[in-house]
């Protein structure tokens, strides 16, 4: 096993570079940090190049054929960027999804994040995307890389799970409209509440972000605005929250 304990070594630079989306694209590689999220990034077949260890036994580690490189405490901390570190940092391949070559299963549970800045709230999603068995998720013109390390982290690896697509929000309408999908986009002033609508079917759920809301993609005939009540002062969920309470509300309806 290699060992580092240079701060200035050229490898433990290069991963820390692609804390930087720019560095990521350029490299064409991501960072994975925690032992759930790379032992499910493992299971879904991304190809782990890197291990960054420190006071982790190898036995720990998932079965990966990537180099295993034991590093000091200061050379962990310049590595590490969570607030949880355990001792291990994966550099991989980004991974590369199509959505013409998504696999659905009948009657899917599609969602769609359109417009998304914040890569901690596009992790949180895929958490209650996970638990609540969406079949797939689209992130539709994020504002962050889809392989950001804070929505990795956020989401405990659900992304390695989820099925999880980037497109253009006019792509992901074409998409869905050729799935034969029932689209359903939360909306403030969406025309019925959303436990009266129908989600046992094959069915979109469309968010957007907190600040701004679904563009006007979304607005079309074949698009039924749903809302969910606000009996407060403030006008919207966090986007997070407002998913969590749609996707369970579609497996009540489905169990």
Not at 137 to 142: G, Q, R, S
Not at 183 to 201: H, K, L, N
């Amino acid at each position: 096993m290699a060992r580092i304990t240079s701060l200035q070594n050229p490898r433990v630079k290069d991963a820390v570079r692609l804390r930087d989306g720019r560095h990521r694209q350029k490299q064409g590689r991501i960072l994975i940090e925690g032992r759930r999220e790379l032992a499910r990034a493992v299971e879904a077949g991304v190809n782990i190049l890197e291990l960054f260890v420190h006071e982790l036994p190898s036995e720990g580690l998932p079965d990966c054929a990537a180099e295993i490189i034991d590093v000091s405490k200061p050379v962990f901390e310049k590595l590490s960027f969570g607030s949880r570190a355990e001792g291990v940092l994966a550099v991989a391949e980004t991974p590369r999804p199509k959505l013409d070559e998504a696999e659905l299963p009948d009657a899917p549970l599609v969602a769609v994040l359109e417009g998304v800045e914040k890569p901690g709230n596009v992790g949180a999603v895929l958490r209650s995307a996970d638990a609540a068995g969406v079949s797939a998720l689209i992130v539709a013109d994020a504002g962050t890389d889809l392989f950001n390390p804070n929505a990795i982290r956020a989401s405990l690896g659900a992304i390695f799970t989820v099925p999880t697509f980037a497109a253009t929000a006019a792509e992901t309408l074409d998409w869905l409209r050729r799935q034969k999908l029932n689209i359903f986009a939360a909306r403030v002033d969406g025309s019925i509440p959303y436990a009266e609508a129908d989600y046992r079917g094959g069915c979109a759920i469309v968010l957007g972000a907190e600040a701004t809301g679904l563009t006007s993609t979304w607005t079309t005939d074949d698009t039924t605005a749903i809302r969910l009540p606000m009996l407060g002062e403030v006008d919207s969920l966090n986007v997070s929250a407002t998913a969590a309470v749609l996707f369970y509300e579609a497996l009540r309806q489905r169990m």
